[in-house]
């Protein structure tokens, strides 16, 4: 059963930080994994997919790795601004697994001081 | 804007009641599928609709149950409510199965006292 996990569950940096969120998950037989963003109380707002044969994927400020071998991703943050604040979210679909199927992390909660 | 709505933004029922989720999917999407979030934890798969047939199911009781009309819109029903049913339901809409990204709606946040 496959099962992702995110490191840390909360993280607190100020304005101009670069960071690292971490994700995790046990079965490499992987087609697929995004990370999301989710305000509060708000719907996912998909930030990058990394296909399975992809090493990385960036877009602006954001750059996404896959490790499929050791089941790691990685989501770079270059210099973090307030408007970063945010939960990010790792999510991986499974080979055989409908589309839908989606299988996510607990995320990690981000605050960006001013 | 994603365009996938969801209704209604808050609902407040009692154990035992049932409800009535509705998605709006984004123009032209005909796949959508339903997550439960519980406070502090990520999104788990209801099920999924394609076309109108249900498509594949996650852990979830038979008391969840879900419709996909002809013009792709959706509705999650949950009979016998239950205290940990409490959570925020999003559907998400995509195209024809494709692996691709799905666009998720805001979410429904029912709370069952």
């Known amino acids: 059963k496959q099962e992702v996990t995110q490191i840390p569950a909360a993280l607190s940096v100020p304005e101009g930080e670069n960071l690292v969120l971490n994700c995790s998950f046990t079965?490499?037989?992987?087609?697929?994994l995004q990370w999301f963003r989710q305000d509060p109380g708000k719907g996912l707002t998909s930030l990058l997919l990394i296909q399975s044969s992809q090493r990385e994927q960036t877009s602006g400020r954001l750059n996404a790795s896959l490790d499929k071998s050791s089941g790691r991703s990685t989501l770079y943050i270059a210099a973090s601004q307030p408007g970063d604040s945010a939960t990010y979210l790792c999510?991986?679909?499974?080979?055989?697994?409908?589309?839908?199927?989606?299988?996510f992390g607990k995320g990690t909660k981000l605050s960006v001081k001013p | 804007e994603t365009g996938v709505t969801q209704s209604p933004t808050h609902l407040i029922k009692t154990r035992g009641q049932q409800v009535t989720l509705r998605c709006s999917s984004q123009?032209?999407?005909?796949?959508v599928s339903w997550y439960q979030q519980a406070l502090g934890q990520g999104p788990q798969f209801i099920f999924q609709y394609y076309r109108e047939e249900e498509n594949g199911r996650g852990n979830f009781p038979p008391r969840f149950s879900g419709l996909q009309f002809p013009n792709y819109s959706s509705e999650l029903n949950v009979n016998a409510l239950e205290l940990d049913d409490s959570a925020l339901y999003l559907c998400a809409s995509s195209l024809d199965l494709e692996v691709s990204t799905q666009y998720f709606g805001p979410g429904t946040r029912l709370t069952v006292l």
């Open positions: 123009s032209g999407h005909n796949t």
């Open positions: 079965d490499s037989a992987i087609y697929n």
């Open positions: 999510a991986v679909l499974n080979y055989g697994g409908s589309q839908g199927n989606l299988i």
